[in-house]
């Protein structure tokens, strides 16, 4: 009789071990909240949209053939609208907020010290040199947004911003195969 309590006392306690190694997804109440979540991502895609609105000022002091110029300068007027689109969003529900980026020290730093060679690059480059390098950071950040926007995309419930994510999703997807196309002039 001993025997068996102290066997099924260790079956229990194998059976609770392994039930907290189970892989269930935390509820949001426990993980920041879904509007922390989207407040993350949204933070993200409002910093992307804002900087790639100004990337066409570098033609101010540099050049690139007349088809690479244009899709730049394309591609920073549709970030600008978006931006500006968004700024609509948190005067429409007050909970969604742009400064909550929330990413680990390492992950940030190292976009910064991309950031910075990217751009050091880009300045100490002339030619079909740069227009691959403009071309090559532009085709990175049209598919990353595009990426988090569909990440965005399948949690919001707004349709008005739904809409939005979707339809600003097809039109990085669309810059990004074009500058696919120009890198591939390019070589």
Known sequence: MRRKFWKDLLLFACALALGGCSSTPKPPSENGGLFRQHNEGYSLLYKLMKDESDVGEIFIIKSADDPVKRLVKEIGSACQAASKRMDEFPKQNNRIEYDVPDLPYMEQRSRDLQAGDDEKSLLTTSGKEFERRLIFTQAE???????????????????????????????????????????????
């Open 141 to 187: 950040a049209t598919n990353y947004a595009m990426q988090l926007c569909k990440a965005l995309d399948e949690e919001e419930a707004d349709p008005g911003r739904k809409g939005f994510l979707e339809n600003l999703a097809k039109q990085c997807g669309d810059f990004h195969d074009r500058l696919m196309d120009l890198l591939a002039v390019q070589s």
